[in-house]
């Protein structure tokens, strides 16, 4: 469980040197420049929509199994609610 962790600790300053001159090099590198604005652009971002509230009378009109009725919104009652056929044990 704790195998990798383990590993970790065995990791030695000469093996990250090795590493990085293996994978860190310059055609691998992508160099960025910060530049700010001083007058950003910001996207607005709506508040978040009450989900119990959209839900609440929420009825789908996808049939479930083939049946044509409302099956609540949890596995237990999907479970209950469908049959499975033989092709799919």
Known sequence: MFLQHD???DVQPA????????YFKPSNRTVGYYIPDMAPD??????????DANL?????????????????????SRAVSCTRSSRMA
């Open 42 to 51: 910001r996207t607005v971002v709506p508040a978040t929509p009450d989900l």
């Open 15 to 22: 093996d990250l040197v090795r590493v990085a001159k293996a």
């Open 56 to 76: 609440r009378s929420y009825t789908t009109k996808v049939s479930a199994c083939g049946l044509r009725r409302s099956i609540p919104p949890s596995p237990t």
């Open 7 to 9: 590993r970790l600790a």
